[in-house]
Structure formats: structure tokens, C-alpha cells
């Protein structure tokens, strides 16, 4: 398939297929290969050029240099410690439903994007690494930029460049004295090991503030209209929720699968894929929606089922780059669709669904704005 910007590359939809040129060791991330299907239209020679000069962290690196930094950060993302942060996350989740509530206490309509989706895992986010919230909307602002399609080349550059800066200033006051925080841990360890580097920390750092917040703040838009459209379906969460939830979490990660063209890579060897070869050197696209909505992997795929099983979904990914912060974002994803269902009986779109707004030009679908009442 030809892209915006001018570039052409396979477009993988089977579910199989997927799985396995997304697990296959000859594919690459690096965005810097010259047929590495880059989607944003025609890239000015001289704004590719600049974009290089940034040295890309886990998401645009392959191994072996990827599995060493993976690893430098993989024990702050296990089941067992996200498990840990239930409590607080719960707090986070608590306070933002209290804060919807006191704004619409005289009936007015709400904005659950402002009050809930984005504060909740920015918040959390920002406890994890140790960056200030208050400085929410500076890097709320540059992310929207950073993955907007409709934005200018030069305005995405500038919005990484600016969130660079910040966390070098960060990244600078935390060697002087490491707080007990993700950055500050990942400052002694390194030290420990010989292997710190400040600039990489920059760009792991960053990337996890644009990775955790924006897409976990989709998902709770996403699952709350779409739920609260299917009465039937939010009525047996509601009733049994420790059953259901878990798997409604899945389900709703796979029906709308918001990330689902950042799996992007170019081929390093010819690689055979449903007996068509692509040649080393020509760009793919495994895209994560049609394969979770492959009629061979998911019975009537376009219907959302929360009884169903669909955690072999790939929103997040699959292979070596499989979403890190996937058990952060289903615990998030779970205490707040269990809370803002618990405690908000009566929550009702201000609008009708067909009125929203959604991100139809980013990196990752999903919806500005969200009014609603109870
Ligand atoms: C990677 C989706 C939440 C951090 C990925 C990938 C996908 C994805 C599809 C794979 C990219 C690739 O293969 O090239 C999602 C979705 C989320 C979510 C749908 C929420 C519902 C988060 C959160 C964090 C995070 C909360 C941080 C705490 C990352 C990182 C990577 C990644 C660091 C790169 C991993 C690597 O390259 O080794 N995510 N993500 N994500 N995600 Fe997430």
C-alpha cells in the first residue's frame, strides 16, 4: 500500500501473520532505514534529517541494544509490582471521579476526557517516574502534537525537541541527588553498573510519559462510550464485575486496538509471509485492528463481546516490543471503568455518540472530548 508520505509497504492483516512477522528476529524498528514505512506526509528531506539526530529509545531500536535497555527497565513493569500499585492507583482513580462529581454536582455536562482519562494515567505516570504533574499541561500539549497527523512536520519537531529539554533538566537534577523514583532508580542502578548514560535515560524517560498517558487515556474514552452505548452488556459488568471485567478490559483493548499502526518495521532478510516473500530492505505494516478483527481469530469480529476470550489479542504489540507498560495499562483500564461504573450510577452521554469528536488523524485513535451527565 502506498502511505502519505509517499512511501509504499506491505500491509499485514491476518492475525497469524501478524503474530509472526512481528515476532520474526529479521524485521527492524529503526525509523531511521531509508524504506521504513514512515506515515506522515511527505517528510521534508531537511526535517527527516533533524529527526535523525535524536537517538531513538526502545520503541525505534533493535537488538542487541534494545534488549539491553529493556531489561534495565523491565523490573519496574512485572505483574507483581503493577500489582503493588493497586492501592494508589485506586487513590489516583478516587480523586479524579471525586473531582467529576463536584463539577457536575449542579447538572451541568462534564468533560470525562478532562476530568478523568487524561489526569488519571498522566498522574500515575508521573508518580512511576518521578516527574511533577503540575506540569501536566506542557507535556499533554506536545504529545498531542508529536502523534497528530494533522499538525506540521516542523510543529511535531519542535513538540520533541521541547519535551527533550524538559527531561534533560529533569534527568540533570536527579543525577545531582537520585529521588526513589523510575528515573532516579534507573540513575543508581546505571551508576552501579558502570553503564549510565544520560541521554538515553532522556529518551526512555520521555518515552514512557508519551507512551503512558496519551494511549491509556484513549482507552478509558473509548470503553466508557462504548459501554455505556450497550446498556445490556454494562448492565452484566456492573452486576458482576469481578468475573466480567477482565475480560471486558481485553475485549475492549482488541475491538479497538487504538495503537494499531505504530507495529510498523522493514524487512533485514526475505521473509516469507502466507507464500509472498517480501525482500529484505521493504517496509511492513502489521497492522494490530485487522488482525483483532480477523474473522479466522475472533467470531463476528466487529461485535464487542465482554464474555468473550480475547486476550490473545495484539493491541499491544507482539515479539520483542511488546508493549511495556501493558499490565500498567490494564490495571488502570480495570479500577477505572470499575469505579466510574460503581459509583456513577447514572452516567449518560451529555451527546449522542454519533456527535464526538474522534482522533481519526494520530498515531493513536481515540476521543477529545467526552461530555457526560448522571
Ligand atoms: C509499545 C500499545 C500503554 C509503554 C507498545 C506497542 C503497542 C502499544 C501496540 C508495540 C509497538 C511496536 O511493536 O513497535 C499500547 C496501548 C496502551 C499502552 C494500546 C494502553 C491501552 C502503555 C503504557 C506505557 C507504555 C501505560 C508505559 C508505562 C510502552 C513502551 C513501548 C510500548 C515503552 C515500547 C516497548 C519496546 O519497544 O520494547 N505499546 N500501550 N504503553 N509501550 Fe505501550
Known amino acids: 500500500m502506498a502511505l502519505p508520505s509517499g512511501r509504499v509497504a506491505w500491509l499485514i492483516t491476518a492475525h497469524d501473520q501478524v503474530r509472526q512477522v512481528l515476532a520474526s528476529p529479521h524485521v527492524s524498528s529503526d525509523r531511521g532505514r531509508d524504506n521504513f514505512p514512515i506515515r506522515f506526509k511527505q517528510p521534508d528531506p531537511e526535517i527527516t534529517e533533524k ?24 523490573t519496574e513493569f512485572t505483574v507483581r509490582r503493577t500489582r503493588e500499585l493497586r492501592p494508589r492507583v485506586q487513590e489516583i482513580v478516587d480523586g479524579a471521579v471525586d473531582d467529576l462529581l463536584e463539577s457536575g454536582k449542579d447538572g451541568r ?3 470525562l476526557v478532562a476530568k478523568v482519562s487524561l489526569p488519571v494515567p498522566s498522574m500515575v505516570i508521573c508518580e512511576l517516574l518521578g516527574v511533577p504533574y503540575a506540569d501536566h499541561d506542557f507535556f499533554q500539549d506536545r504529545t498531542a502534537t508529536l502523534i ?77 462510550v462504548a459501554l455505556l452505548e450497550d446498556p445490556e452488556q454494562l448492565r452484566a459488568l456492573r452486576e ?37 516473500t517480501i525482500r529484505a530492505g521493504e517496509g511492513l505494516i502489521a497492522s494490530g485492528l485487522a488482525a483483532n ?11 464487542l463481546d465482554i464474555t468473550r476470550n480475547a486476550r490473545n489479542h495484539v493491541a ?41 469528536s474522534y482522533k481519526d488523524e494520530a498515531l493513536v485513535y481515540g476521543i477529545n472530548e467526552v461530555p457526560v451527565t448522571w
Do not use: W
Request: with cysteine; hydrophobic share 40%; net charge negative.
Open 51 to 74: 529527526f535523525k539526530e535524536f537517538r531513538p529509545s526502545l520503541i525505534g531500536v533493535d537488538p542487541p541494544f534494545h534488549t539491553r535497555l529493556r531489561r534495565s527497565v523491565i
Open 109 to 111: 455536562p462534564v468533560d
Open 148 to 224: 497528530s497527523f494533522k499538525r506540521a512536520p516542523e510543529d511535531g519537531l519542535k513538540a520533541f525537541h521541547d519535551l527533550g529539554d524538559y527531561f534533560r533538566d529533569l534527568v540533570a537534577r536527579k543525577e545531582k541527588a537520585p529521588t526513589d523514583d523510575l528515573i532516579g532508580r534507573l540513575i543508581v542502578a546505571g551508576r552501579e553498573n558502570g553503564d549510565h548514560d544520560s541521554e538515553e535515560l532522556v529518551g526512555l524517560a520521555q518515552l514512557l510519559l508519551i507512551a503512558g498517558h496519551e494511549t491509556t487515556a484513549n482507552m478509558i474514552s473509548l470503553g466508557t
Open 240 to 276: 458482576d464485575p469481578d468475573t466480567l471485567m477482565p475480560k471486558a478490559v481485553e475485549e475492549l483493548l482488541r475491538f479497538f486496538t487504538i495503537a494499531d499502526t505504530v507495529t510498523a518495521r522493514t524487512a533485514t532478510a526475505d521473509i516469507e509471509v502466507g507464500g509472498i
Open 293 to 303: 478483527r480477523d474473522p479466522h481469530a475472533y467470531p463476528e469480529p466487529d461485535s
Open 316 to 356: 499491544f504489540g507482539y515479539g520483542v516490543h511488546q508493549c511495556l507498560g501493558q499490565n500498567l495499562a490494564r490495571l488502570e483500564l480495570d479500577i477505572v471503568y470499575r469505579t466510574l461504573f460503581g459509583r456513577v450510577p447514572g452516567l449518560t452521554l451529555a451527546v449522542p455518540a454519533e456527535s464526538l
